[in-house]
């Protein structure tokens, strides 16, 4: 195994893996640390810290056209319709809170 | 046909394309996944949104020592299956069966531990049946969202095992450094079924959590 | 013969008995004017296209001038768009405009089941398949499902409303004409989804107040729901002196509730049903959740009268 | 119309067409060939649309009368529910993509197959078990939700077959979804040297757009179905009891169902710009406006969902955002229609069958959207939501545009994918049969849905029963009208006059080879220099008909 490839193959997905359990360990205390407002917020947003490390460095979205690139983003897309325009039904109700 | 050993298949007109069109359909078939997946979020956020305390309230006994396990196990995987995908990329047929075995080897462990999981959860009387531990509004339908979940997940990733279970097949005949596209196509599907635990993770084990 | 007597029995108007009927047929009149212009239109470019340029017709071919290339196409994408638009603002205008609700409406409760309308008059009266009400004066139907979706339909006032299990959804009309109308399920409910019928009955003031007078004695809605209060032993908490520690119901309704984990909620019929149905759902705060769910020993029908008791509970001075 | 019109531009070659690849049953039903697939699914698919509409037939009859006692209510909520669902999900969202598309995208393209030709086959066997199962449980154990499975209804109260039924849906989806992948891929991917996305020709839009739906709704429907399966096994998700909400079930519902009718017209579209150009020896008229408009149509198609719940208890202020978008989405299917009327203008129009049905498609296509405009006005839609006026106004778009441009297409394209000949004037008869039994159908129950006719009511009330009356005579020469085809489209295949590579002289890459195709389609890849619907100089008018086109895309090969 040459130098590269010790770098390409092994080195850089063990830097994304300890992205990803430096992830789990915040998002760990966190929700531990006690009540608050924001916590379902904060914990989701570090899971999306974590789907983009793995998609970018595990999936290699780094090296994709982009094409692939769109396709990747079009189902985060279309889902925020769903949820945009059914909040905006909930939100609005007088019902329940 | 072929160009440096690589097979192509009929109605591609080379190797190169043949990966790019299988990776872009993956990714395609993948977003039809955040939609799938997304849905039944949408059920847990509007029953979040109707009932915050109560679904803390059924949050708090979710199994958190089995979800953190299966997490750090998961990630492990993730990061097997990456190796073996860049090893494949790079002709290095040893560590990518190596890696494929670690992979299967963690999965399994996950799929175990989930079991175990299950039947604690069936013991504490966490199905939302007639005999169902929780009360309140909510509480029932967070579980809910938790056993169709983890178990739609459970089952993608059984499928996942599958999978390279194949790709190891492949590795033991000696052909898989020539199957990129599969190798390619396998790690998308195992990762993403990866990022879907990390949001199970976060909306299921750490709502509760004080 | 016979079908001179079935066009004669199909009548192709509508009565138009309430305020929103005369809106609803102004649109709909409109509209429908629209459509014919451009269904017109449409049809009379493809079959004057269709006989001038036939395959070997005399007519001119040619080019196409270059002005029917760009101008046209802008032309009409900016005056459809702007058609649409118009209509579209006219109409959520009209909507938003027929939604407010006049507070002095009179309230009648509707409870649904398969496949039955159950109505419940404010003085206590109880119906089942007809619903009398006031002509000229605004009525509001706060209605449930003690099972499944159903939908109030009243074809001459233009109205419905789905009929949902576990909340109250609301439906406001005001007559303009005395009579007799059909009132359908429009919402797919089961069985008998086609027989689940009903009469609205409109009666000129006097009338629906004779009406009224002339039904049995019984109690009013919220006498009646004063009962339920005792006999189900809501006083035990709830009532002054009592050792448990539970939110006081007087000057309840209408308030703004502070909430255990912040928030407040608006005390209206829906708060109310699940405090009683869910009582964790949402907590008043300074209390513990104690109150066990009346799901399943209380119906739909008791509700009605014992939310209407709970309502008329005015705060003590 | 001559067969022998024009020489084929192809060398017919050796090759021997893909029919003649092997005969036996198995030669067929694992043949990975996208063309020997598009078979596959154009057989299933007429065997389920008779199916289905020997349903509708049936209720038809019930309906002739205010009180008929020919089929009792249980039987009529499953024979409504066996029609919707086998319409929507076996017929009509299959339909043209599956069979057209399948057999003409790769050859539009100038491709040798779909990208994934063995997924394909999978395709097709998912959609055919799914559909077979759910068939015998809406026959024998009988399904009474509506195709809309409204919980709480099909979830607590309903004790029919419902969740076999949603499982077999469920795998269907899963088809539905596996082609579209396939066909986004194959367009994507595999499209001919010099082939622009502003060369393709609109059909191959119109498929790409509606895959472009398929992928990205179906997946929502495929987990409502899911949870619809599970609260049915004891996991409350909608419950009301358990503090769920019934009306969360229909937003899910809806975020597929509305995008699944822009999945049934997208592709109609598509086969009606190529004939209205092929018909009318014209360039579609706003090419680009009408590619860009499938697309955003596709797009828009995802926004509008709320105007099925205007009286479903939404939010007024969801009702108003909700109406505001279904307006907008009017304004591409409008252009689309001015385009397709503005492609008639200075041409030299042909009238054989496709042309007959492409023009009944307008008309009923225009009907049909601009009825839509009714139920995008709030207090409108609040008065006639959930009447027999949605029930005309849907068969407009679905029947009257999706099922005419069906076999518009199919017409169409008949030679290519037989190598036979139709008999003209009977499929001219049929055409115009189908047109006027239609309107005679669906044009009565706008009247009674004004006049309040709910939908699915077994019984009615008397003052309604003239238009029913009208409508079940309707039905009779509308079921007449689609049986035709069978027999003198069977006939053609066995008695046909031979069909030339290029019948109606059309451009595209299709009728370069030879009629039946080769399995490999073309004997060498086609370059595409030019755009499609060449039929004239920009600068002059159109050819006669009878002469080719200017240039056929692809050159000659």
Redesign the interface.
């Known amino acids: 195994m040459t130098r590269r490839q010790w770098k390409q193959v092994v080195a850089t997905p063990f830097a994304a893996w300890a992205a990803l359990a430096l992830g789990i360990g915040l998002t760990c205390g966190y929700a531990l640390m006690g009540a608050s407002p924001f916590k379902p917020a904060i914990a989701l947003a570090i899971a999306a810290c974590q789907a983009a490390v793995s998609a970018i460095v595990f999936m290699r979205l780094d090296r994709a056209s982009a094409l692939v690139r769109f396709a990747a983003v079009s189902g985060v897309l279309w889902l925020s319709f769903l949820f945009i325009l059914s909040f905006c039904d909930y939100l609005s109700r007088a019902y329940p809170p | 046909m072929s160009q440096t050993g690589v097979t192509v298949r009929e109605p591609w007109p080379d190797a190169r394309r043949e990966e790019t069109g299988l990776q872009f359909a993956m990714w395609v078939f993948l977003a039809t996944e955040v939609l799938f997946f997304g849905a039944l979020i949408c059920t847990y956020a509007v029953n979040r949104w109707a009932h915050p305390a109560a679904v803390r309230e059924a949050g708090r006994h979710a199994a958190f020592a089995y979800g953190l396990a299966n997490t750090v196990i998961l990630t492990l995987s993730g990061l097997s299956m990456a190796i073996a995908d860049r090893a494949v990329k790079e002709q290095l047929g040893a560590l990518a069966k190596a890696c494929l075995w670690i992979t299967l080897a963690l999965g399994t462990a996950f799929v175990v531990i989930k079991a175990l999981e299950y039947y604690k959860d069936i013991s504490d009387n966490l199905w939302p049946g007639p005999d169902f531990a929780l009360r309140g509004a909510g509480a029932r339908p967070f579980w809910s969202f938790y056993w169709v979940a983890t178990g739609v997940h459970a089952i993608h990733l059984t499928i996942g095992l599958g999978v390279v279970a194949r790709l190891l097949v492949f590795a033991h005949r000696g052909s898989l450094v020539r199957r990129v596209p599969s190798m390619t196509i396998s790690t998308l599907y195992w990762e993403f079924v990866d990022i879907v635990w990390l949001f199970l993770f976060a909306l299921i084990y750490l709502v509760g959590r004080t | 013969m016979s079908l001179i007597l079935?066009?004669q029995?199909?009548?192709?108007v509508?009565p138009e008995a309430s305020t929103?009927a005369v809106?609803?047929d102004r649109?709909?009149l409109i509209?429908l004017a629209v459509?014919a212009a451009?269904?017109l239109l449409?049809?009379t470019?493809?079959i004057g296209?269709?006989i001038v340029?036939?395959?070997?017709s005399a007519?001119?071919?040619?080019?196409?001038p270059i002005w029917?290339?760009h101008e046209?196409?802008i032309g009409?994408?900016s005056a459809?768009?702007f058609a649409?638009?118009f209509?579209?603002w006219w109409?959520?205008s009209?909507?938003?405009h027929?939604?407010t609700v006049p507070r002095s409406a009179l309230e009648i409760h509707v409870v649904a089941k398969?496949w039955m309308w159950k109505i419940q008059q404010p003085s206590g009266v109880r119906e089942i398949d007809t619903l009398h009400a006031p002509l000229g004066i605004p009525v509001k139907l706060v209605m449930t499902s003690q099972?499944?979706?159903h939908?109030f339909?009243v074809?001459?006032f233009?109205?419905?409303?789905?009929v949902?299990?576990?909340?109250y959804?609301e439906l406001t009309f005001t007559a303009t004409e005395a009579g007799t109308f059909?009132v359908?399920?429009?919402?797919?409910?089961?069985?008998?989804?086609?027989?689940m019928n009903a009469d609205v009955v409109i009666l000129p003031p006097a009338d629906y107040a004779r009406w009224i007078a002339d039904q049995p004695e019984g109690d009013t809605l919220a006498g009646e729901g004063e009962k339920i209060f005792a006999s189900h032993g809501c006083g035990g908490c709830h009532g002054q002196g009592a050792a448990v520690h539970a939110p006081p119901l007087d000057g309840l309704y209408g308030s703004r509730v502070p909430?255990?984990?912040?928030?407040f909620?608006?005390a209206?019929e829906?708060y109310i049903h699940?405090c009683i149905?869910?009582?964790?759902?949402?907590?008043p705060a300074g209390y513990a959740?104690i109150m066990p769910?009346f799901?399943g020993v209380l119906s739909e029908d008791q509700l009605v009268p014992l939310i209407a008791y709970i309502k008329t509970l005015k705060a003590k001075p | 119309m001559s067969a022998q019109a024009s020489a084929p531009q192809a060398a017919p070659g050796d090759e021997p067409s893909y029919l003649d690849e092997g005969h036996s049953v198995a030669s067929w039903i694992f043949s990975t060939d996208h063309k020997r697939i598009a078979i596959l699914y154009a057989v299933s698919i007429t065997v389920f649309f008779f199916i289905g509409g020997a349903a509708a037939t049936l209720m038809r009859i019930q309906l002739f009368e205010p009180n008929n006692s020919f089929v009792s209510a249980a039987q009529y909520n499953r024979l409504f529910t066996m029609h919707g669902i086998i319409m929507v999900w076996f017929f009509l969202v299959p339909s043209i993509p599956t069979t057209l598309g399948n057999f003409l995208v790769p050859m539009m393209i100038g491709a040798k197959d779909v990208a994934l030709p063995k997924l394909n086959l999978t395709s097709w066997w998912l959609y055919v078990g799914g559909a077979i199962f759910t068939i015998v449980c809406l026959i024998g154990g009988g399904v009474d939700t509506g195709w809309t499975f409204y919980t709480p209804y099909s979830t607590l109260y309903s004790n029919a077959a419902v969740l076999s039924a949603a499982a077999g849906v469920f795998v269907v989806g899963f088809s539905s979804i596996l082609t579209g992948v396939n066909m986004i891929t194959t367009v994507h991917m595999l499209r001919a040297p010099g082939l622009t996305w502003f060369r393709l020709p609109l059909f191959v839009w119109g498929i790409y757009a509606t895959s472009l739906v398929m992928v990205l709704a179906t997946p929502v429907l495929a987990m409502t179905l899911l949870l619809v399966i599970a609260e049915r096994m004891g996991l409350p998700v909608f419950d009301p009891r358990f503090g769920g909400d019934p009306v969360l079930f229909q937003h899910l519902f809806w975020f597929y169902s509305h995008p699944a009718v822009y999945i049934m017209i997208l592709p109609a579209m598509g086969v009606i710009s190529e004939i209205i150009a092929s018909e009318a020896r014209r360039r579609v008229f706003g090419y680009k406006a009408m590619a860009v408009a499938m697309l955003s149509i596709a797009v828009l198609g995802f926004l509008v969902w709320g105007h099925h719940m205007f009286v479903a208890g939404m939010s007024p202020f969801a009702d108003i955002v909700f109406s505001f978008l279904s307006f907008v989405i009017a304004v591409p299917s409008a252009i689309k229609v001015f385009n397709w009327t503005a492609t008639l203008y200075r041409g030299e129009i042909r009238f054989g069958a496709p042309m007959l049905y492409a023009l009944g498609f307008l008309g009923l296509f225009t009907v049909g959207g601009l009825t839509g405009l009714f139920l995008a006005s709030v207090p409108v839609d609040v008065h006639v939501h959930g009447t027999y006026f949605v029930i005309a106004h849907f068969h407009y778009i679905m029947v009257g545009g999706s099922v005419s441009a069906y076999f518009g297409g199919l017409h169409y394209w008949w030679p290519k994918i037989t190598g036979r000949m139709y008999l003209e004037w009977w499929a001219r008869l049929a055409a115009i049969t189908m047109f006027l039994g239609f309107n005679f159908t669906f044009f009565p129950q706008f009247i009674a849905g004004y006049l309040g006719m709910p939908r699915r009511h077994f019984v009615y009330a008397p003052q309604y029963h003239l238009y029913n009356v009208m409508s079940s005579t309707g039905a009779v020469v509308l079921a007449a009208a689609y049986l035709l085809p069978l027999f003198y489209l069977g006939w053609s295949l066995v008695w046909g006059a031979r069909a030339g590579a290029n019948p109606w002289n059309a451009t595209g890459l299709e009728w370069l080879t030879p009629s039946p195709p080769p399995k490999q389609n073309f004997a060498r890849t086609p370059r595409v220099d030019n755009d499609p619907y060449d039929y004239h100089e920009p600068e002059t008018g159109p050819t006669q008909a009878d002469q080719p086109p200017r240039q056929p895309q692809g050159g000659v090969a």
Do not use: M
Not at chain 3, 9 to 12: K, L, R
Not at chain 3, 277 to 283: D, E, G, I, T
């Open positions: 079935l066009v029995a199909s009548p192709i509508l929103q809106v609803e649109i709909f509209l459509s451009i269904v449409v049809l470019l493809v296209f269709s340029y036939r395959a070997g007519a001119r071919r040619g080019p196409l029917i290339r046209f196409e009409w994408t459809t768009i649409f638009l209509i579209f109409t959520a009209s909507q938003l027929l939604q398969q099972d499944v979706i939908d339909y074809p001459a233009r109205l419905k409303q789905d949902i299990p576990g909340r959804t059909q359908f399920c429009a919402q797919y409910c089961g069985l008998d989804h086609a027989r909430l255990a984990g912040g928030g909620a608006l209206d829906n699940d149905l869910l009582p964790h759902k949402r907590v959740p769910s799901q």
